[in-house]
C-alpha cells in the first residue's frame, strides 16, 4: 500500500484514484475519450455549483434577519 493512501482521509475517492491511474498504456484514443468525460465532469460539476449557490441565496434571502 502507498504511504499516501494509507494517510489520506478518503483512499477510495475515485477522483484520487483516476489521479494516479498511469496513462503510459492508454492509446491516443483513450486518452481522447477521458478528457471528453472529464470535461463533461467538469461541466456537470459547474452547473451544481451554480445551482448550490443559487438555493444558498435563496435561502439566505429567506431566513435574513430584518
Given at each position: 500500500?502507498?504511504?499516501?493512501?494509507?494517510?489520506?482521509?478518503?483512499?477510495?475517492?475515485?477522483?484520487?484514484?483516476?489521479?494516479?491511474?498511469?496513462?503510459?498504456p492508454l492509446?491516443?484514443?483513450?486518452?481522447?475519450?477521458?478528457?471528453?468525460?472529464?470535461?463533461?465532469?467538469?461541466?456537470?460539476?459547474?452547473t451544481?455549483m451554480?445551482?448550490?449557490t443559487?438555493?444558498?441565496?435563496?435561502?439566505?434571502?429567506?431566513?435574513?434577519k430584518s
Amino acid at each position: 500500500m502507498d504511504e499516501d493512501d494509507f494517510f489520506s482521509s478518503r483512499p477510495q475517492d475515485p477522483l484520487t484514484q483516476v489521479t494516479k491511474q498511469d496513462l503510459g498504456p492508454l492509446s491516443i484514443d483513450e486518452l481522447k475519450a477521458r478528457i471528453e468525460t472529464l470535461k463533461a465532469e467538469i461541466e456537470r460539476v459547474e452547473t451544481h455549483m451554480v445551482d448550490a449557490t443559487r438555493h444558498r441565496s435563496a435561502a439566505d434571502e429567506l431566513f435574513k434577519k430584518s
